[in-house]
């Protein structure tokens, strides 16, 4: 059971830390060269929130795990990563649709 639960830390950490800053950093910093510091801030700020709800997906799980699928403050905690993670989808395709229009 702890291989599961490590299979799965490390998936869902890969994808917060590194996809999804990335992704959401991309859409929301402007073009134009940033300076470091405010580079970094803003990295912080994403890998602080991409903590938080991986942290939020796991507390959620395991009150699902405990209610047999009755809890929910359960659904909710699991919500919050899942639509972080679509939105982050979203916002990926469309700069990806923003590149393909001006080439």
Same mark, same amino acid.
Request: no cysteine; glycine share 8%.
């Given at each position: ?7 799965i830390?490390e998936f869902? =950490?890969e /994808?917060?830390c590194?996809?999804? $800053?990335?992704a959401? &950093?991309?859409e929301?910093v402007?073009?134009e060269?940033?300076p #470091?510091k #405010?580079r970094?801030?803003?990295?912080? +700020?994403?890998?602080i929130v $991409? @903590?938080v709800?991986?942290?939020?997906? +796991?507390v @959620? @799980?395991?009150?699902? /795990?405990g &209610?047999?699928?009755?809890?929910e /403050?359960? #659904?909710?905690? %699991?919500?919050?990563p %899942?639509?972080?993670?679509?939105t =982050?989808?979203?916002?990926l %395709?469309r ?6 229009k001006?080439k």
């Open positions: 059971m702890d291989v599961v639960f490590e299979m830390f869902f =950490a /994808l917060f590194e996809v999804l $800053s990335s959401f &950093t991309d929301f402007p073009y060269k940033l #470091k #405010k970094e801030r803003y990295k912080f +700020i994403v890998s $991409s @903590g709800l991986f942290v939020s997906l +796991i @959620g @799980g395991g009150m699902l /795990l &209610t047999n699928g009755k809890s /403050l359960g #659904k909710i905690l %699991i919500g919050f %899942i639509m972080y993670f679509l =982050a989808v979203v916002l %395709i700069k990806f649709v923003k590149q393909r001006k």
